[in-house]
């Protein structure tokens, strides 16, 4: 299959071509079957073609395909915003609008704290991924290869350290650095909003730490900031709640969502307390294609399915399985480069690095290869592309689980 009308700027992990998907397993086009640990980068948390969303789709499809929301407002993003906010678990009034990616969530949420605040001033965090749109790169704490070759960034953006047990950075450091930064580099009183990720995804699921969490709300309050959380990694299940800010005991000013909102259709959205949401003059928001029909019946389906009780045994019976596994291998010593265990729930990474604790890059890409040979579809992650994410949806029959946990540790065995 020719892929010269393809950039070559988009990099694939995978050189391969899929055909179709089930639930945790997915097919090529020569009839290869993979045990899917990627599930589309966290997108896919009830995994491929889940019965009801493709129902949804379907008896959507033969009603509305699409309507500009802006031009005259239809069914389905009405009902989908109804339900989505009440699945917000904050005590305030929520509001929100809907977008077509997590990225344009950001950008959103980047027009609606400046309209609110009358200040430009971000600060966001090392290691942190917000989407590749020419604004969000300024926000993503990492240079390669986001932001090479793109010229001045809008800002001002500054970045602190990201505080987790997972990297070693305290809570005392980060507001060390914080500190540091109003004393040197910027006026509080300039800055909007801080935006934060309660799990990291691309810097290589590292849970935030609940100390600074807490800190930082208070901070925020002090100061008159806005506290921004990028749930569209770590939401929807996959930390084993709806979303990975309730964990830290705080309630966010704004929330980014995407990926699993709509079990694989392109759709995101921007939620948070009204008065922010309704700061900006008629038509500062919305879009051509923001709250698609289809994409706002597959994001009802998908709300329907995700009850608490399923959330929680989902992502229990997932993060029991990695985590006794991963605490066999390190018993057996499976592998000289099995590093640290990183993240909550079932929002888990495995650190590949040296005996002396530098990352082992080399050997993370020689285990995606391996693991592709066997049937096994792994996704990096981390400053130094050394840590798998593991993804597969939070529906992964437990046997299908197990034989890909059993595919990984062969796979580990072989590092050399």
């Known amino acids: 299959m020719s892929r010269e ?21 997915v097919w090529d086009t020569t009839g290869k079957r993979y045990i899917d640990f990627v599930g589309g980068i966290g997108v896919l948390n009830l995994g491929h073609c889940h019965p009801a969303v493709v129902e949804a789709i379907r008896d959507q499809a033969t009603q509305l395909t699409h309507y500009a929301f802006n031009a005259a407002p239809h069914r389905p993003y009405i009902e989908l915003m109804d339900r989505l906010t009440a699945f917000i678990p904050v005590d305030y009034p929520v509001c929100g609008m809907l977008t077509n990616s997590g990225a ?10 400046r309209g609110a605040t009358g200040r430009s001033a971000v600060i966001a965090f090392d290691g942190a991924f917000h989407g590749r749109t020419l604004a969000t790169l300024n926000l993503n704490g990492k240079v390669a290869p986001y932001k090479q070759k793109v010229g001045v960034l809008p800002g001002p953006v500054y970045h602190l350290p990201y505080p987790s047990a997972d990297n070693g950075v305290t809570c005392a450091e980060a507001l060390k650095a914080m500190d540091r930064l109003f004393s040197v580099e910027i006026d509080v009183n300039d800055v909007a909003c801080f935006i934060i990720e309660p799990v990291q995804g691309e810097g290589g699921f590292l849970a935030l730490d609940i100390e600074f969490a807490q800190a ?11 506290l921004i959380a990028d749930e569209i990694q770590s939401g929807f299940g996959r930390t084993g709640q709806r979303f990975a800010f309730s964990r830290l005991g705080i309630e966010p000013d704004l929330i980014l969502l995407g990926k699993s909102i709509a079990g694989g259709v392109p759709l995101g959205a921007v939620v948070g307390r009204q008065a922010l949401m309704d700061n900006l003059p008629k038509g500062g928001l919305g879009g051509t294609y923001s709250g698609n029909p289809i994409a706002c019946a597959a994001a009802l389906a998908t709300l329907e399915v995700m009850t608490d009780a399923h959330l929680q045994v989902w992502g229990a019976q997932q993060e029991a399985a990695i985590i006794s596994r991963y605490e066999r291998w390190r018993a057996q010593r499976l592998s000289p480069y099995l590093g640290r265990l990183t993240g909550v729930g079932a929002m888990r990474g495995i650190e590949l690095a040296q005996a ?3 990352p082992a890059p080399q050997q993370l890409t020689q285990l995606l290869g391996l693991a ?20 597969a949806p939070l529906t992964i029959e437990p046997a299908v689980l197990e034989e890909g946990l059993d595919i990984l540790q062969a796979c580990l065995k072989q590092l050399d």
């Open 216 to 226: 930082l709300r208070r901070f925020c309050d002090e100061k008159n900031i806005l």
């Open 356 to 358: 002396d604790g530098t």
């Open 372 to 391: 592709r040979a066997a049937g096994l579809l792994l996704m990096p992650s981390g400053k130094s592309r050394h840590i798998i994410r593991l993804l």
């Open 5 to 25: 009308t393809i950039s070559q700027s988009i990099s694939v992990v995978h050189p391969i071509s899929l055909s179709h998907g089930r639930n945790a397993e």
């Open 104 to 113: 344009e969530a950001a950008e959103n949420a980047l027009k609606i704290v």
